[in-house]
């Protein structure tokens, strides 16, 4: 808790005595305030177990009763104002129609008594002939056609939604959040991915840049070398080419070099970074056999999508993150963008990117060896990891690349160079191996010039292993 020091002015009562400095906030204490300082220490340990008990609580409460929850009455909102804006146009078509239809009645009477007074006479002075009959009929055939659809009433559909449609999203593939804190990963790892050496067969991956991983954990992985996206669908001991596979080539059905993949799931295509062509393409899912070009003469390596729907594109060369709504020419810088440096308002080869649910983006910033979190519509950002030089130590990286970032707000990062995956605790001013080690090798417990990570509903971490063309799986560790 405190250490001795010599004389000094106690920080409480201001008075030069001989005092204990706090480990925690370095300020001295004279030996009365010490006590008052730990009573203080004390009491918001209270207010932080007040504060959990209160929140477990609620969590028992929204178990018992899973429909309370917030969302849940958000939906059940939705659904009544939804029947009650129905149930209203429904009722003013059905009075427009009533009203319509007594005055269109009363006028399908007066034909129709018309009609009648016609047969009476004829009947009456015995003046008909067949002519007349087939008048008549066909009078009357009108009446019955006019009365079941009357021609001056009918439905139409307008062009503008009645309701506005409702989508859950529900983006488990990097969400952490329901995982302990200090979890930990086995050690060794499960090659499911490639690991039969570098090649193009359905088996093989030739130096794999990055994943996606999807809610049924089918991956699709970013296969540099081949110039393909390729689909691995859990336990699957083979892939399907997804995009390109026909060699480099800067046609609308190839690829070149492709950096990053992911699925956007409002149009049920794929966002791929072409990195050799210099463009970010969007490839259908179903049946795609070529993509279209959204952004052309950017290098770009990372990718990531918001919850809006924006795209964040991380440009290589020109040392930039930039965002785009879909549809538009020309995105916005969000980071970066004043020229290669290792300021805060500056980047050094940014590669892969994580955008959190408050819209703050985190870049690996490669050649200045950090993570950077630019929060929305920041003009700087701060160091969150590494940043004191390339390194092997703790509070070192070298060459970061993929990052993932829980709802907690710790970073999870793949220390390339130093082939170990590395998580450090929000506020932490040094990490913490969580798998791999500086030496490299293709064993089980070892990793290779790793480039990416991801993470599945249950923990499990996944990484693409670049140099030993695989994806290695290290399962949460539940002991």
């Known amino acids: 808790m405190a250490t001795v020091a010599s004389k000094a002015r106690c920080v409480t009562c201001g008075k030069e005595k001989s005092t204990v400095r706090c480990d925690g906030c370095s300020q001295p204490f004279c030996y009365n305030h010490l006590v008052d300082h730990r009573q203080e220490l004390d009491k918001q340990l209270d207010e932080i177990e007040v504060s959990r008990d209160l929140f477990r609580q609620t969590l028992t409460d929204q178990s018992a009763k899973p429909e309370n929850q917030a969302l849940i009455k958000q939906i059940d909102e939705w659904e009544q104002n939804s029947i009650t804006k129905i149930r209203q146009t429904a009722n003013e078509a059905r009075q427009i129609i009533l009203q319509h239809t007594t005055k269109y009645l009363t006028e399908m009477e007066i034909k129709l008594n018309a009609l009648t007074k016609q047969l009476r006479e004829s009947r009456g002075e015995n003046d008909f002939i067949e002519a007349d009959l087939q008048q008549w009929n066909t009078q009357l055939t009108e009446m019955k056609n006019e009365l079941d659809n009357p021609s001056t009433i009918s439905i139409q559909h307008g062009s503008t939604p009645l309701i506005t449609t409702i989508r859950v999203n529900a983006s488990v593939s990097s969400d952490l959040s329901n995982r302990v804190i200090d979890a930990k990963w086995i050690q060794n790892g499960i090659t499911i991915a490639g690991g039969n050496g570098k090649g193009n067969k359905i088996n093989q991956l030739a130096y794999p840049h990055s994943l996606y991983m999807g809610e049924d954990q089918t991956m699709y992985i970013a296969d540099c070398d081949n110039h393909r996206i390729i689909e691995w669908k859990r336990s699957a001991t083979n892939s399907q080419v997804v995009a390109g596979g026909t060699g480099a080539g800067n046609q609308n059905n190839q690829l070149n070099s492709p950096r990053s993949v992911l699925v956007d799931k409002a149009n049920d295509s794929f966002i791929i970074s072409d990195s050799g062509n210099e463009r970010v393409i969007r490839w259908p899912r179903q049946n795609g056999t070529s993509g ?156 290779h010039y790793p480039l990416d990570l991801s993470f599945d509903q249950q923990g499990n971490l996944y990484v693409v292993d670049y140099n030993n063309h695989r994806v290695q799986k290290f399962n949460i560790d539940s002991t």
């Open 292 to 447: 279209q070009t959204i952004i052309s003469n950017i290098t770009c390596y990372g990718l990531t999508m918001d919850n809006e729907g924006r795209l964040y594109v991380s440009d290589f060369v020109k040392h930039e993150v930039r965002r785009w709504k879909m549809g538009d020419t020309n995105g916005i810088v969000v980071a970066g963008g004043n020229g290669k440096g290792n300021r805060a308002n500056q980047l050094s080869q940014p590669c892969n990117i994580f955008v959190d649910g408050e819209n703050s983006l985190y870049i690996a910033d490669i050649a200045n060896h950090r993570v950077m979190k630019w929060m929305k519509d920041a003009k700087e950002g701060i160091v969150v990891a590494g940043g004191q030089g390339a390194g092997t130590g703790l509070a070192q990286l070298s060459c970061p690349r993929g990052v993932v970032v829980d709802k907690l707000g710790n970073v999870y990062v793949v220390d390339h160079s130093n082939s170990r995956v590395m998580r450090w605790f929000k506020g932490a001013t040094q990490g913490s191996i969580i798998v791999g080690d500086i030496k490299s090798g293709a064993k089980t417990n070892q990793l």
